[in-house]
Nanobody, 114 residues
Framework: QVQLVESGGGLVQAGGSLRLSCAAS????????MGWYRQAPGKQRELVAS??????NYADSVKGRFTISRDNAKNTMYLQMNSLKPEDTAVYYC?????????WGQGTQVTVSS
């Protein structure tokens, strides 16, 4: 089992920045891919960014603004979000995938005001 706890969400004005953190515990050795997803009201959950063996992948909507990183020594993944837009408003979820399981955090709210 893997446990994921997100932190760092909040309210920010358009153009501002936030950094989300996802602390992982448990069977961390089994994790292959980690990522951030988000879900806005009335919309489906979507992939924001993922990282696997140092290789990163971003949704087109956040390329050049968001940066995903992972500190293996701290068992923590980050999402640095710059130049935030009102359309980035959503609940952001941390995700970890092993060969057999898909794990999710509880989510953290990010609200960007115009």
């Amino acid at each position: 089992q893997v446990q994921l706890v997100e932190s760092g969400g909040g309210l920010v004005q358009a153009g501002g920045s936030l950094r989300l953190s996802c602390a992982a515990s448990g069977s961390i050795f089994s994790i292959i891919t980690m990522g951030w997803y988000r879900q806005a009201p009335g919309k489906q959950r979507e992939l924001v960014a993922s990282i696997r063996r140092g290789n990163t992948n971003y949704a087109d909507s956040v390329k050049g603004r968001f940066t995903i990183s992972r500190d293996n020594a701290k068992n923590t993944m980050y999402l640095q979000m710059n130049s935030l837009k009102p359309e980035d408003t959503a609940v952001y979820y941390c995700n970890a995938q092993s060969t057999m399981h898909d794990y999710w955090g509880q989510g953290t709210q990010v609200t960007v005001s115009s």
